[in-house]
Every structure is written in structure tokens, then in C-alpha cells.
């Protein structure tokens, strides 16, 4: 069983930044594909960004050029650096994890792992 915890979330005004951190027991954590997804209230989770076991990046169209995902496989960990954030990005964000890569990674049945959630709020 593999578990994922993150921190990092939190409240902050409109054009401002957080990072999101997941860190993750699995044994062999940089074969993994991870991913960061979020969820708003009354709206179905959505992908936002995943990495790959080779570093190939996906990124949810909504977010692309504002948000950045990164690993640090020496310290089983993954990152989200979101920037000029707005309202909308408010959501909880989770971190998923998948020993196998499928062709999906935005998708949420491409993963069995994942934690319990960070809320981000953004206010205007």
C-alpha cells in the first residue's frame, strides 16, 4: 500500500503563488506516474498536472503556463508550484500515484493511489 500526503495548501489572493508538496512510502517511488488533481465543490476531480516514471509532463489546459509539476525522486516527493492563481483554481488538490503509466495520465482511473488532500482557496 502506498500513501501520499500533502501540505502546502492554504489561502491567498488573486495573481499570487503556492507550492504543493506529496510525499509518498513507495518503495520505489521514481518508476511511479504521479499526478495532482483537484476538486471544487459540486464539480467532478479533474486532472491538473502528472510526471511521469520518465519525466514526461502533462498539463490540464486551464493551467498551462501558470502552473508547474516537478519530482525529487531522491526524496520521494512531488511538487506543484502554482502561480498567478485566480478564483477558479480554488479546489482541493490531491496527489495520486500509479506503479503503472497508462496513456491517460489527467485521467483519474489511471490511478489507485491517493492522498487525502490540501485545500487551496483564492480569493478576489
Known amino acids: 500500500q502506498v500513501q501520499l500526503v500533502e501540505s502546502g495548501g492554504g489561502s491567498v489572493q488573486a495573481g499570487g503563488s503556492l507550492r504543493l508538496s506529496c510525499t509518498s512510502s513507495a518503495y520505489t517511488y521514481g518508476s511511479y506516474c504521479m499526478g495532482w488533481f483537484r476538486q471544487a465543490p459540486g464539480k467532478e476531480r479533474e486532472g491538473v498536472a502528472a510526471?511521469?516514471?520518465?519525466?514526461?509532463?502533462s498539463y490540464a489546459d486551464s493551467v498551462k503556463g501558470r502552473f508547474t509539476i516537478s519530482r525529487d525522486n531522491a526524496k520521494n516527493a512531488l511538487y506543484l508550484q502554482m502561480n498567478s492563481l485566480k478564483p477558479d483554481d480554488t479546489a482541493m488538490y490531491y496527489c495520486a500515484a500509479d506503479g503503472v503509466c497508462g496513456g491517460s495520465p489527467l485521467e483519474r482511473y489511471e490511478y489507485n493511489y491517493w492522498g487525502q488532500g490540501t485545500q487551496v482557496t483564492v480569493s478576489s
Open positions: 510526471i511521469d516514471s520518465d519525466g514526461r509532463i
